[in-house]
């Protein structure tokens, strides 16, 4: 495995790897690297003959500069975890790299994706996913990937992803992973090692709440603005600070109505402390 620190010698690989007409599969991560990961780089093997994965800390998705500094931060072991999974380039830039004229410049505002950016994810954390956006654009050109995973964990992002790449005509497949979870059902996050040992027990909350959610709407009870405030009430009386719960249809995150029967999701966001979680699930 090739440990690549810089935009200049990944850029130089990336052309010995065209010139023999390999294809190549792109994972892009924050690092921590966990089985959620993992299972995006099995499904970038499967998909491609090379497979970059890319660790970046990306300070403009960050809102609270506390949060930015307080990220896990493991990259031998990421190093290891990669080695072991056969992928063949680690991208490991630095903050200069990839923002050469400082982290603020250069941010990439796309106007047709403002309403799915302000919603949910969006409305608690301002300006998130055009930092998102910036640093998968800046990675796509950089790579140059014929596919890039992402997970459904984020799914939110992986619709802006997906949007993204359609209104700017990239020649890059995107293709989902399933959320990976822990074997109470919490959903594996980078975040999860900084919860301390009574909130990870509390944690598993979240999924339960909306996974019960998900029961009673398959059940055949429609209200989902009931549904949603009991969650949220379940959720503050076990200690979360909620910030959201909601049923929205999949495809374009928008108010799921009773009568439209397009597929749904529930998305929910809670801190629990000074961890923040979130969590989906489709019907
Ligand atoms: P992050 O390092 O948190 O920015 O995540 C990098 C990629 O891994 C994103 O596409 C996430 O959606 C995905 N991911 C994170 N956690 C999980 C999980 N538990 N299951 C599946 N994918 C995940």
Same mark, same amino acid.
């Given at each position: 495995?090739?440990?690549?620190?810089? @935009?200049?010698?990944?850029?130089?690989?990336?052309?010995?790897?065209?010139?023999?007409?390999?294809?190549?599969?792109?994972?892009?991560?924050?690092?921590?690297?966990?089985?959620?990961?993992?299972?995006?780089?099995?499904?970038?093997?499967?998909?491609?003959?090379?497979?970059?994965? @890319?660790?970046?800390?990306?300070?403009?998705?960050?809102?609270?500069?506390?949060?930015?500094?307080?990220?896990?931060?493991?990259?031998?072991?990421?190093?290891?975890?990669?080695?072991?999974?056969?992928?063949?380039?680690?991208?490991?830039?630095? %903050?200069?790299?990839?923002?050469? =004229?400082?982290?603020?410049?250069?941010?990439?505002?796309?106007?047709?994706?403002?309403?799915?950016?302000?919603?949910?994810? !969006?409305?608690?954390?301002?300006?998130?996913?055009?930092?998102?956006?910036?640093?998968?654009?800046?990675?796509?050109?950089?790579?140059?990937?014929?596919?890039?995973?992402? !997970?459904?964990?984020?799914?939110?992002?992986?619709?802006?992803?997906?949007?993204?790449?359609?209104?700017?005509?990239?020649?890059?497949?995107?293709? &989902?992973?399933?959320?990976?979870?822990?074997?109470? !059902?919490?959903?594996?996050? &980078?975040?999860? @090692?900084?919860?301390?040992?009574?909130?990870?027990?509390?944690?598993?909350?979240?999924?339960?709440?909306?996974?019960?959610?998900?029961?009673?709407?398959?059940? !055949?009870?429609?209200?989902?603005?009931?549904?949603?405030?009991?969650?949220?009430?379940?959720?503050?009386?076990?200690?979360?600070?909620?910030?959201?719960?909601?049923?929205?249809?999949?495809?374009?995150?928008?108010?799921?109505?009773?009568?439209?029967?397009?597929?749904? %999701?529930?998305?929910?966001?809670?801190?629990?402390?000074?961890?923040?979680?979130? =969590?989906?699930?489709?019907?």
């Amino acid at each position: 495995m090739l440990v690549i620190k810089t @935009s200049l010698e990944l850029i130089k690989s990336i052309d010995a790897i065209k010139e023999q007409k390999q294809t190549i599969a792109f994972v892009a991560t924050m690092g921590n690297l966990h089985k959620g990961h993992l299972n995006l780089v099995s499904l970038a093997h499967q998909r491609a003959s090379i497979v970059i994965v @890319s660790v970046f800390v990306n300070p403009l998705q960050f809102n609270q500069a506390e949060d930015l500094r307080k990220y896990p931060r493991t990259l031998e072991n990421d190093i290891e975890l990669c080695k072991k999974q056969n992928v063949d380039i680690l991208f490991t830039p630095s %903050v200069e790299d990839i923002y050469p =004229d400082g982290e603020q410049k250069g941010r990439i505002e796309i106007p047709e994706l403002a309403t799915l950016s302000t919603i949910l994810e !969006g409305a608690f954390r301002p300006k998130h996913f055009s930092g998102v956006i910036t640093v998968v654009k800046k990675f796509f050109d950089l790579v140059r990937p014929d596919v890039a995973v992402f !997970g459904e964990k984020d799914f939110q992002q992986l619709l802006i992803i997906q949007k993204m790449v359609m209104l700017l005509n990239l020649p890059i497949r995107i293709i &989902s992973s399933p959320t990976i979870r822990e074997s109470d !059902g919490l959903a594996m996050s &980078s975040r999860n @090692s900084k919860l301390l040992p009574n909130e990870r027990r509390l944690a598993v909350k979240l999924f339960d709440v909306v996974n019960s959610i998900r029961e009673q709407i398959m059940s !055949g009870n429609n209200n989902f603005t009931e549904l949603s405030k009991v969650g949220l009430l379940t959720l503050s009386q076990s200690g979360f600070k909620p910030d959201y719960i909601a049923v929205r249809n999949s495809d374009d995150l928008r108010a799921a109505l009773v009568e439209n029967t397009t597929k749904r %999701v529930i998305l929910a966001a809670a801190s629990l402390g000074n961890t923040r979680l979130i =969590d989906n699930l489709r019907i």
